[in-house]
């Protein structure tokens, strides 16, 4: 079954910057739109950016419009998500999974935003 291994999260104060790395394998990564997305304490898991098949088209969510930047590095299998101007609001686990997503999850990466 397809695999996603999530990492970078770390404990970071409001303003800050973080970089997320998801390897993805046993799947074709480059023939399928990516996404991240987070879940807060208490909320529902939610897509906080996707990216199309041919790594043209970006969607971001109004939440991190502007502050965030989605990637992929095709060759590795590998999807990112440039975190910048963090606020406590942006403390989640963070996921990786195709858009729309599949069944499995991974593990996450928590991200903590706080001073």
């Known amino acids: 079954q397809v695999q996603f291994v999530e990492s970078g999260g770390d404990l970071v104060q409001p303003g800050g910057s973080l970089k997320l790395s998801c390897a993805a394998s046993?799947?074709?990564?480059?023939?399928?739109?990516m996404g991240w997305y987070r879940q807060a304490p208490g909320k529902e898991r939610e897509l906080v950016a996707r990216i199309s098949s041919d790594r043209r088209f970006i969607h971001y969510g109004e939440s991190v419009k502007g502050r965030f930047t989605i990637s992929t590095n095709n060759a590795k299998n590998i999807l990112y998500l440039q975190m910048g101007s963090v606020t406590p609001e942006d403390t989640a686990v963070y996921y990786c999974?195709?858009?729309?997503?599949?069944?499995?999850w991974g593990q996450g990466t928590q991200v903590t935003v706080s001073s």
């Open positions: 999974n195709r858009f729309p997503p599949g069944d499995y």
């Open positions: 046993k799947f074709m990564f480059s023939a399928y739109y």
